[in-house]
């Protein structure tokens, strides 16, 4: 039991240091709240309008794809140190799991986690586009010109 000793105050030393960070944060931390600080904070352009209540299936279908190739690569890892001893047992259960997840891809494909809308030409883009009407300063309803 004195072997665990170590590990055990390290639980409690990183317990009690999550403890004390949260309540001084919460002690000491500076509270002066106005609009600017409140509001919802998007690459310095402030909102025109409400988001929607849910995300669209598309962000959690990219994020589907983002898990599967993450645990692919996390499998292919032990396989390509080990590879050599498991011949082709284990050339034949990598192209299983490869087939595996390239099914996955394809559902995830063909339900549109790819697709954004249609594709933008740049006179759509930019033909309406002047300083005035993307320069917009911070704590200003109003759009001026830079």
Not at 14 to 39: D, E, G, H, W
Not at 88 to 116: D, R
């Amino acid at each position: 039991m004195i072997q665990y000793l170590p590990i055990l105050l390290l639980i409690v030393l990183a317990t009690l240091f999550a403890v004390v960070s949260i309540i001084a944060s919460a002690i000491m931390a500076p509270r002066m709240p106005n609009p600017a600080k409140s509001a919802p904070y998007e690459c310095g352009i402030i909102p025109s309008h409400e988001p929607p209540e849910r995300f669209p299936v598309r962000f959690f279908l990219v994020a589907m794809i983002f898990v599967v190739f993450d645990i692919e690569i996390i499998f292919i890892y032990p396989y390509a140190v080990i590879s050599h001893s498991l011949g082709t047992f284990g050339v034949v259960e990598m192209l299983v799991f490869g087939a595996t997840m390239f099914v996955a891809f394809l559902y995830l494909v063909s339900n549109g986690a790819l697709n954004w809308g249609r594709i933008r030409t740049r006179e759509d883009t930019y033909a309406s586009r002047t300083s005035s009407s993307t320069i917009r300063r911070v704590g200003s309803n109003e759009q001026t010109a830079a």
